[in-house]
């Protein structure tokens, strides 16, 4: 008997913690158990109050940055590239090859190529005639 499919524009978190489990549980036989670690680097204002900052996290070899934010009133600072180096830093600890990255703002973009990251796929008009950037840095 074939499943009934039901489309649905939300996601109940039972459902997505299910499906989550039963990925993790299929990659852990096909790649091995993995060794995912959290990595943060928030910053905060002066009210103590989390504005901005890196979070990523390493695994099976790699550095993945899923965020990173700088407020408007810090940038130009160079903190992008200090918490990039920062979290390098900790996954060349943690036994990693390289890091990945992808990001939609051109800026941004810009700030990776500065820290050595280079593209390596992209996906043009993605939204508008904005393209979506993935980068890798090698260790």
Same mark, same amino acid.
Not at 78 to 92: C, I, T, W
């Given at each position: 008997m074939s499943p009934s499919l039901h489309l649905s524009d939300h996601t109940p978190e039972a459902d997505q913690a299910a499906i989550l489990a039963a990925l993790k549980a299929y990659n852990d036989v @096909?790649? !091995?158990?993995t060794d995912r670690r959290d990595l943060s680097i928030p910053l905060h204002d002066a009210d103590g109050k989390t %504005? /901005? !900052?890196l979070i990523g996290y390493t695994g099976r070899g790699w550095l993945y940055v899923e965020? =990173?934010?700088?407020p408007e009133r810090l940038r130009g600072q160079?903190? $992008? /590239?200090?918490? @990039?180096?920062? $979290?390098? %830093? +900790?996954?060349?600890v943690r036994g990693c090859? /390289?890091?990945?990255? %992808? &990001?939609?703002?051109?800026?941004?973009?810009?700030?990776y190529e500065r820290q050595g990251y280079k593209v390596? !796929?992209? =996906? +043009?008009?993605? &939204? /508008? +005639?904005?393209?979506? &950037?993935?980068?890798?840095?090698?260790?």
């Open positions: @096909l790649l !091995g158990p %504005d /901005g !900052g965020m =990173l934010f700088v160079g903190l $992008a /590239g200090r918490m @990039l180096q920062m $979290a390098e %830093d +900790e996954a060349r090859k /390289g890091a990945y990255i %992808d &990001t939609i703002n051109p800026a941004a973009r810009r700030a390596f !796929g992209r =996906l +043009e008009n993605f &939204t /508008g +005639e904005f393209e979506i &950037t993935w980068l890798r840095k090698l260790f």
